[in-house]
Nanobody, 125 residues
Framework: QVQLAESGGGSVQAGGSLRLSCAASGNINSDYFMSWFRQAPGKEREGVAGIRTAYGRTWYGDSVKGRFTISQDNAKNTVYLQMNSLKPEDTAMYYC??????????????????WGQGTQVTVSA
């Protein structure tokens, strides 16, 4: 079992920044694939960014490229999502998740087996 604990959400005005953290614990080694997803009311869960920790390779959703950065601290088993130039449309519940398989798209929530409880991000105009 793997436990994921998110933190760092909050309310910010448009143009502001937030940094989310996701700390992994339990049965996890140094090579895993973690992503951040978000879900706004009435919308599907959307892949925001992903990282393969063994290589530091990253992936981003089109709507956040150039504004968000995913990074890792291997010593702490923690993945971060730095969010800059926030927009009202970034408002959502943000979740971190760990993949159970490397097959298929990183954007597909069905490829993830461990999920955090979520942290709310609210961006006001």
């Amino acid at each position: 079992q793997v436990q994921l604990a998110e933190s760092g959400g909050g309310s910010v005005q448009a143009g502001g920044s937030l940094r989310l953290s996701c700390a992994a614990s339990g049965n996890i080694n140094s090579d895993y694939f973690m992503s951040w997803f978000r879900q706004a009311p009435g919308k599907e869960r959307e892949g925001v960014a992903g990282i393969r920790t063994a290589y530091g390779r990253t992936w981003y959703g089109d709507s956040v490229k150039g504004r968000f950065t995913i990074s890792q601290d291997n010593a702490k088993n923690t993945v971060y999502l730095q969010m800059n130039s926030l927009k009202p449309e970034d408002t959502a519940m943000y979740y971190c998740a760990v993949r159970g398989t490397y097959d298929g798209s990183w954007r597909d929530p069905l490829n993830y087996v461990y999920w955090g409880q979520g942290t709310q991000v609210t961006v006001s105009a």
